[in-house]
């Protein structure tokens, strides 16, 4: 496998290199959901097989060429004027595990990660993470359980 993979698999399979305590808190906090698309994906995966199978050369085409349009369809752009976000950036020690440690504080307390980024800035041995919500009281309640850890905590309007 190692003689095969390109790049794109390395971006496709990062949640691999990820802290397994942060992913299995978020698969089962989402337990129902992911298991509806796990579904919905095993029935794709099987008609696809059955396609191959019975050598039905136009439908999967037909398949890819669909999936090529679907995703050319997304656009480049960030509505970032449209968007209302509650973000904050947070300190942290450059170590193993800090992202991890952060991530299950939010799951473990009903708090939902909208996104998060790594700001790019290493300077004395410590950088900063950058979190969004998908409310305010999610913002709020994210500074009150990271300052109460001690944790430098910024506010981003």
Sequence with gaps: MHLLAAGGFKDITRIASSSADMWESIMFENKDD????????????????????????????DYFLTAQQYRNSFSTATPKAFVKRYEIDVDILDRPGSIA???VLFSSNGINIKNMGIVNSRENNSGALSFAFDCEEDRQ?????????NYDVTVKE
């Design 101 to 103: 440690i952060i991530a």
């Design 141 to 149: 309640k994210s500074v009150k359980l990271l300052r109460d850890m």
């Design 34 to 61: 992911i298991i509806a698309v796990l579904d919905s994906f095993g029935a794709v995966i099987s008609e696809i097989k059955g396609k191959i199978l019975e050598n039905k050369k136009a439908d999967v085409y």
